[in-house]
């Protein structure tokens, strides 16, 4: 596997299913190191009626420090940092919030992929 990785990266992450034993177990006796645990979670367009609580709108810029500072403290290390969530934020990939008294009390990175109909939160 390193020989086909270009020398330009240095690390390799990997998110197998918390229930696929053989990956978790391959990864491990290749010296990968555990973590944490993610959750695999799903949710259909037709149940969107059923979502209660704050509203979620797109974040603005005002907004954008707030979420950086906050992501980059509570996931360090993450796939993407705040910073990156941000830049890539266009048409289909969005950061979205909750905020309360002008304060930003919650947020998700979306990505779309709408050429096979699924979305990764």
């Not at 907004?63 to 993407?80: I, R």
């Amino acid at each position: 596997m390193i020989k086909l990785i270009p020398n330009q990266v240095h690390s390799i992450s990997m998110f197998p299913n918390k229930e696929n034993e053989k990956v978790i177990a391959m990864a491990e006796g290749l010296g990968f190191v555990h973590q944490s645990v993610q959750s695999i979670l799903g949710f259909a367009r037709k149940d969107v009626k059923k979502v209660i609580g704050e509203p979620i709108q797109e974040i603005t810029p005002e907004y954008y420090s707030a979420m950086k500072e906050l992501h980059d403290q509570t996931f360090p290390g993450s796939y993407y940092n705040g910073s990156q969530m941000i830049e890539r934020m266009n048409d289909f990939n969005k950061v979205m919030m909750t905020s309360e008294d002008g304060l930003l009390t919650g947020y998700i990175y979306a990505e779309a992929e709408p050429e096979f109909g699924e979305a990764s939160i």
